[in-house]
């Protein structure tokens, strides 16, 4: 027994260098580790002796007894390095793990449907689970002024988001999507939008429209003064978008034409006044900023020809001669 404290003792400097050497301080170059679920530093031993992280797994045994270390282990995924000692390793270990992020988009100009689909694509939610949260308004703390919607059309930003998959929460996510409305588009334009005094949920509608008509940026401000212009002169506003927002699939020609015809359709702003009841979509930056600072101009019409570039009218007449010289019906 005594021959064996001695041995241990004798032995102690050594192992304490091979505690505080790196294995390769030269090699800095990182790996990722994952410590699983319910493992114990001790656990790990043997699997960073296979990442070629440490050099012996009972050095790393000795570590954690004669230094007391490993009680703040975490689980999760880690950057280690040969260049670390069992220290740093475990300092490491016991910070914050690499997220497991990833990125996704929410395309400006998008309806809750299409949303709801692209994170059904994705395994992150059951179909229909995303619809079902954005129709229910009052489970989420809303912007002020945006009290008793219906659904949460046009309030959900488009915007690049990074998720963790396995997390994923619909509500969750929702709400960071009107937290973004607010932070980056309400609370920058309160000024503004309090002397408009058009209401905020108007400029909303506007903007999702805006963002459906005009696909270049720069041109928002003047479509947007079109259509204001229009809607504060009691003129219908035309938009066929507003037709298409209540179809399966947006580009459906056949079903679109049918509701360009249809009166009793609330969202067919060629037979009725006023703007649609709802937002058709989730308008971006560029486009909500475009309906709050629309462009004054002469004009009252425009159309795209199949280039995508706008033409500008000052009449009927002209609007008319531009539609046969590009073929737009």
């Not at 037709?243 to 609330?266: E, I, M, P």
């Amino acid at each position: 027994m005594i021959y064996i404290l001695l041995l241990f003792l004798v032995g102690c400097p050594v192992i304490d260098s091979k505690i505080d050497t790196p294995l390769d301080p030269d090699h800095t170059e990182k790996v990722v580790f994952e410590v699983p679920k319910g493992a114990n530093a001790r656990s790990i031993g043997p699997k960073l002796q296979e990442a070629e992280i440490i050099q012996d797994a009972r050095y790393w045994r000795a570590y954690l007894k004669l230094r007391d270390a490993g009680g703040c282990l975490k689980a999760g995924r880690f950057e280690l390095s040969r260049s670390q000692s069992m220290p740093e390793i475990m300092e490491t270990l016991c910070g914050v793990p690499l997220s497991d992020a990833v990125a996704f988009t929410v395309v400006e100009g998008w309806r809750i449907q299409e949303i709801d689909a692209a994170l059904a694509s994705r395994g992150w939610a059951s179909a229909g689970a995303y619809s079902e949260a954005a129709y229910s308004p009052a489970s989420f703390d809303l912007p002020g002024g945006l009290e008793g919607l219906k659904s949460l059309e046009g309030l959900l930003f488009p915007d690049t988001y990074m998720v963790e998959p396995d997390r994923f929460e619909v509500e969750e996510f929702i709400q960071r999507q009107l937290d973004a409305l607010e932070s980056r588009f309400i609370q920058p334009a309160a000024d503004q939008l309090s002397s408009m005094q058009r209401g905020l949920y108007p400029v909303l509608i506007m903007a999702s429209l805006i963002e459906r008509e005009e696909p270049k940026e720069v041109n928002m401000p003047v479509v947007a003064g079109v259509l204001w212009k229009r809607l504060d002169n009691r003129w219908n506003l035309g938009v066929d978008a507003t037709s298409r927002y209540t179809l399966k699939v947006w580009n459906d020609r056949r079903a679109f034409l049918g509701k360009l015809r249809d009166s009793s359709d609330v969202y067919n702003t060629r037979l009725r006044s006023g703007l649609p009841p709802t937002p058709i979509g989730s308008p971006g930056l560029q486009a909500l900023k475009a309906s709050l600072e629309p462009q004054s101009s002469p004009y009252w019409y425009y159309l795209h020809d199949a280039k995508g570039q706008i033409h500008l009218s000052r009449s009927a007449k002209e609007h008319e001669a531009f539609r046969k010289r590009y073929n737009v019906y």
